[in-house]
């Protein structure tokens, strides 16, 4: 198998589509053409990282944080990331990096953290915009059904809970062909009125190339007229942090010392006790202090996140317990994510789970 086949299915896990424009995600060295011996799951991907693949026979890198965050003007083994790509070069292995595609996911890094806590009812705290597109499209009457099965093949009309979600008018359409034309119904050079149906369906945006692929293909005219739209609907399967719930409410101490040992953290840094019972929790993994005010609109009691300045405390406002719990121990399962993941749907290769500890930051 080649690496192109395991990103496939890696896009369609965690769509690139919707990571932070700061990010830099996909296939960050390497050609996708390689076959695949063994794939190593790492967190990030340092020189110890490289070489424990090296060790494993492993020819690809799959991790969750990029090698790469902005552009390389000179290739030197003057510091690490440039020591670790060339290392990565000179023994022919590719690394690809998933990071806020996977935060953005509704089974990602903020899912990992709920179900750790043991948080239900869990739903998106800031849902992304601008992710849902809607097409519309005129067909003739006799071939709107078989075009609409074809575009809810690859997705289009999934809404929630619901599939095969579409909007359909009857109307006449007409058109007239010039002298180059091959109209599949009435003449060129004539006005040709036809019964259609006008199709509107909506679709996530990592699938328009597949949608667009597969109007044109069963679509019967010679020249497809269609609109797409970027709708301003949010979507709430994709986006930053999670809220969840406690089946019973804990005590703010006891809430604390839960999070030290889930996460196996030796020190938690936390706002002002406000000696009220913590229910609603939000979660965001990694760097969150951008998502303070949200997670203080959503009611929760409790947010949970990493890398917190002095003054980020401070905007508790003695309404919610802002505590920070670290930016590796709040991303630590990641890579068990990403692991199991490919064990489940790959068999023909072996998977293997770094025993790297790429914490960067040590304890006293």
């Known amino acids: 198998m080649k690496i192109k086949g395991l990103i496939d299915h890696l896009k369609?896990?965690?769509?690139?589509?919707?990571?932070?424009?700061?990010?830099?995600?996909?296939?960050?060295?390497?050609d996708e053409n390689q076959p695949i011996n063994s794939v190593l799951v790492s967190l990030d991907t340092t020189e110890d990282?490289?070489?424990?693949?090296?060790?494993?026979?492993?020819?690809l890198i799959v991790s969750f944080h990029p090698i790469i965050y902005s552009g390389i003007k000179k290739l030197n083994p003057n510091n690490y990331v440039n020591r670790s790509v060339i290392k990565a070069i000179k023994n022919d292995i590719s690394i690809y990096a998933i990071h806020t595609a996977l935060d953005n996911a509704f089974h990602g890094v903020n899912r990992v953290i709920c179900n750790k806590l043991g948080l239900e009812n869990t739903s998106v705290l800031m849902p992304q915009s601008g992710t849902i597109k809607k097409l519309t499209t005129y067909v003739p009457k006799n071939d709107a059904d078989n075009l609409r099965e074809e575009l809810f093949k690859v997705g289009a009309g999934n809404i929630g809970n619901y599939s095969n979600c579409s909007f359909n008018l009857e109307g006449q359409g007409s058109?007239?062909?010039n002298k180059n034309s091959n109209p599949v119904v009435g003449k060129k050079g004539q006005t040709h009125f036809e019964d259609e149906v006008q199709i509107n369906i909506t679709y996530a945006k990592h699938l328009q190339g597949q949608v667009l692929s597969q109007l044109f293909k069963h679509h019967p005219y010679e020249e497809v007229a269609y609109e797409i739209e970027t709708l301003e609907n949010k979507n709430h399967h994709?986006?930053?942090?999670?809220?969840?719930?406690?089946?019973?409410?804990?005590?703010?101490?006891?809430?604390l010392k839960l999070l030290k040992d889930k996460f196996k953290t030796p020190t938690i840094r936390y706002s002002e006790l406000l000696n009220k019972p913590i229910e609603k929790v939000a979660v965001l993994g990694g760097s969150g202090a951008s998502a303070i005010s949200k997670a203080l609109a959503s009611g929760a009691d409790a947010y949970v996140t990493a890398d917190l300045k002095y003054h980020d405390f401070f905007k508790a406002e003695q309404q919610i317990l802002l505590v920070d719990i670290g930016h590796y121990e709040s991303e630590q399962y990641t890579k068990q994510l990403l692991y199991a993941y490919l064990k489940e749907n790959f068999t023909n290769f072996a998977t293997v789970l770094s025993n790297t500890n790429t914490n960067p930051v040590q304890y006293y």
């Open 175 to 177: 058109f007239k062909g």
């Open 12 to 30: 369609n896990y965690a769509p690139l589509d919707y990571a932070e424009d700061f990010d830099n995600v996909g296939l960050i060295v390497g």
């Open 49 to 59: 990282v490289v070489q424990e693949a090296i060790n494993t026979g492993c020819n």
């Open 238 to 255: 994709i986006g930053l942090g999670m809220l969840g719930e406690f089946e019973s409410q804990l005590k703010e101490e006891d809430f």
